[in-house]
């Protein structure tokens, strides 16, 4: 969408078309050019503008992502890539994080499998990625597991499972991470959801694990704020990832979510990795303890039904 000035717009004017941007010069630093209307426009080396933009918000800066073999982390881990980042993967299947790592650059990925509900894997993970790369500017808390079910039938293995994963995992990384980000004045997302903003039916083990994060972010936020460490999460509606495989086949259900989602449809989870790279960008700088739901506006209803 292009902006029209508010000016011409009251004269029903259409606002003239934007310069094109030339290719880097040999120079560096900034360029400036103007548009037929004479307002400077900006274009640094490394980025390009308009549709399919790519940045390069994080050069020479490193990046942990936790569950990367597939989904959101996946998708996490390809964007800050293309935004020039050296990234760390991590996962417990070696198998699913290579197939991800062998379409980036090599000299700036790092491959390292470890299960994070346990404390020393997550230290190993930290410590692996600050050796390869000198120093740690963003963790990403990802990785987690998502268990159904009536919570008397239920099994109690599934709830020390969740909380492992997707608490216990988020606790570890960010206790072995800190000492490095706050060194680097970095940040830390969180991927919690919006059951982590209000109940579910038949996902109450989940709705307590994502709860914590949430509840987690805010805490860390007031307390790291001040260091220089800021900490955000986002909260994903229904996204389409090896989590959610079943439900999209079931036509029945993508319509009952079609019918509550504003924006009629699930996430894709670049839509997600595109949130998560803002909120830890120094575009988001002043952005700090916030739950970010990325849900096709389903949290502005105040939950009653469609009546038109």
């Known amino acids: 969408m292009r902006f029209v000035p508010a000016d011409l717009a009251r004269q029903g004017r259409k606002a003239a078309p934007p310069a094109q941007v030339v290719a880097p010069s040999s120079k560096p630093g900034p360029r400036f050019h103007l548009n037929e209307c004479g307002a400077a426009r900006l274009a640094c080396d490394g980025i390009t503008i308009g549709a399919g933009r790519t940045m390069s918000r994080f050069e020479g800066k490193t990046v942990v992502v936790t569950g990367s073999g597939s989904g959101i982390g996946a998708a996490t881990v390809r964007r800050f890539a293309r935004e020039g980042a050296c990234v760390v993967l991590n996962g417990r299947t070696r198998e699913k994080l290579d197939r991800v790592a062998a379409d980036l650059d090599p000299a700036r990925t790092l491959v390292q499998a470890g299960d994070v509900s346990d404390g020393a894997s997550a230290e190993t993970l930290v410590s692996a990625a600050v050796s390869r790369f000198g120093r740690l500017d963003v963790l990403v808390n990802n990785a987690g597991v998502a268990p159904t079910g ?33 060194e680097t004045k970095g940040s830390i997302v969180n991927v919690s959801s919006v059951s982590g903003l209000g ?56 319509q009952k979510f079609a019918d509550r989602i504003p924006l009629g449809r699930g996430a894709e989870p670049e839509e997600v990795a595109d949130v998560i790279a803002f909120l830890a960008s120094h575009d988001a700088r002043f952005v700090n303890g916030v739950n970010l739901p990325v849900d096709g506006g389903l949290m502005a209803s105040n939950g009653q039904p469609h009546q038109a």
């Open 150 to 182: 009536p919570f008397l039938e239920t099994p109690v293995e599934d709830w020390r499972k969740v909380m492992a994963i997707d608490v216990d995992g988020v606790f570890h990384c960010t206790r072995a991470a800190l000492a490095h980000l706050l």
């Open 199 to 254: 109940g579910d039916w038949n996902m109450s083990f989940y709705n307590a694990a994502k709860g914590a994060v949430t509840n987690l972010t805010r805490s860390l936020a007031l307390e790291l704020g001040g260091k220089g460490v800021r900490v955000n999460a986002v909260n994903p509606s229904l996204t389409f990832t090896e989590l959610t495989a079943g439900m999209k086949d079931d036509a029945a259900l993508m």
